[in-house]
């Protein structure tokens, strides 16, 4: 067996052991049913990498009707979900691994289109910069505040009682949650808007129902997660010392903090001077408080041990668990050699990626390279770019 420190044992505060320190990063499949459920696609993918990390979490579920945020997504927003929930849960933790539910509202980043006519809602009525084109939201009432704080609670307590061992909720990419916290997005008045403090209280009053759910319904220790993006680009927005705030802030209202960030080794977005690297930023903040996921760019076992000797405690991979479902079990090994950096359509099968996510995957990601359907590269074979060879480049 290797010997890298990601492939021992994490024990959270509350007593959840990890069997290792790496974590499926969540990852959108599409592959939902148009209401929300699981399907047996989704279920596949989940099997297939559900042997190696010690934590997966899953695909973002919203909590709300009104905060769903694209067609093919999860919900957790109603009790008949809860059949394909317990499936779910009960294979990522088949050979042992921790299922983490990972909850949200869409906010402004949803369309009426995906709606069914609905208008998208957040904290303020102003429109998301990026992507362009986005609609300008309705600004949301007190009453719908206070019952999408609910809601979260819902959703915590139906993963609950659907085996997971966890829920995250995703305050980061310009989702409702981050949305209350930017000076960009909120431009409230009221008491959920205006100073740092006040833009907080949305996000740290989910914390709380979420908290006060399982202090009701888990019998057994069950974590809360809370995922946040280090910066936003826009004038005004979040800067690397919001976060820092943040994070400092919530560190012992959770059980751990997730970073998202398309590379570990990134530095500020917003301050070219700046070069130490935001994860370094965190782990001097936070450390021996609260354990520290590290996310973006880890291909290589090398990449792993590296995060975890930058003080990062637990290690997210996604576009390589993607290309190579047992990478982890690889690493243990010592069979580093045949881990997969690259894949064609003819992988699909075997990866457990379904039709809906090849096709996502292809709109996404399509313009970094071009092939055609049998994997092979085409000089001038157009708009048939595939998830394959070298789209890890852009995703």
């Known amino acids: 067996m290797a010997d890298y420190q990601f492939l021992e044992p994490l024990q959270f505060n509350n007593g959840i052991t990890l069997k290792n320190k790496i974590v499926m990063a969540p ?8 209401n929300g459920k699981i399907t047996q696609d989704e279920l596949n993918y989940f099997a297939a990498r559900a042997g190696g990390p010690g934590m997966l979490i899953s695909s973002v579920a919203n909590v ?40 949200f509202n869409a906010g402004r980043k949803s369309t009426s289109q995906v709606l069914r006519g609905e208008t998208p809602v ?10 362009p084109g986005l609609e300008t939201p309705r600004a949301l009432e007190q009453e719908e505040i206070e019952q999408i704080i609910n809601d979260f609670g819902a959703a915590t307590r139906r993963a609950i009682q659907a085996g997971f061992d966890g829920v995250e909720l995703h305050g980061a990419n310009t989702y409702l949650l981050q949305q209350f916290y930017s000076a960009n997005s909120n431009q409230r008045s009221d008491e959920w808007g205006g100073s740092q403090e006040k833009r907080l209280r949305f996000p740290l009053a989910v914390i709380k129902e979420v908290t006060e759910t399982i202090e009701k319904y888990a019998t ?13 680009v826009e004038t005004p927005g979040i800067h690397l010392e919001d976060t820092l705030y943040l994070a ?21 977005l917003n301050d070219k001077t700046d070069t130490t690297p935001i994860l370094k930023k965190f782990t001097e903040k936070i450390a021996n408080e609260v354990p520290l996921i590290g996310v973006g760019s880890v291909e290589t076992p090398e990449d792993a ?36 950096t690259t894949m064609s359509l003819a992988d699909m ?8 996510m090849q096709t996502y995957l292809k709109e996404s990601f399509g313009s970094v390279m071009n092939f055609t359907p049998d ?16 789209f890890e480049k852009k995703l």
């Open 305 to 340: 041990e590296e995060m975890i000797n930058s003080g990062t405690d637990l290690v997210a991979i996604g576009r390589e668990l993607l290309r190579e479902p047992h990478w982890v079990e690889k690493a243990m090994t010592g069979d580093e050699a045949s881990i997969r």
């Open 248 to 268: 400092e802030t919530i560190k012992n209202q959770v059980d751990y903090i997730h970073l998202s960030m398309g590379s570990y080794k990134r530095t500020s």
């Open 27 to 34: 990852m959108t499949t599409m592959s939902s049913f148009y």
């Open 122 to 131: 957040s904290a303020s009525a102003i429109a998301a910069e990026f992507p």
């Open 64 to 103: 709300s009707d009104n905060g769903k945020g694209f067609e093919g997504e999860l919900s957790v927003a109603h009790d008949e979900m809860l059949p394909g929930l317990r499936k779910l849960a009960a294979t990522i933790k088949k050979d042992g691994a921790k299922a983490i539910l990972q909850i």
């Open 349 to 356: 099968e075997e990866l457990g990626i379904s039709g809906a």
């Open 220 to 232: 057994d220790s069950f974590l809360l997660g809370y995922r946040i993006s280090p910066e936003e």
């Open 375 to 390: 994997g092979k590269k085409a000089e001038n074979y157009q708009n048939q770019a595939a998830p394959m060879e070298g």
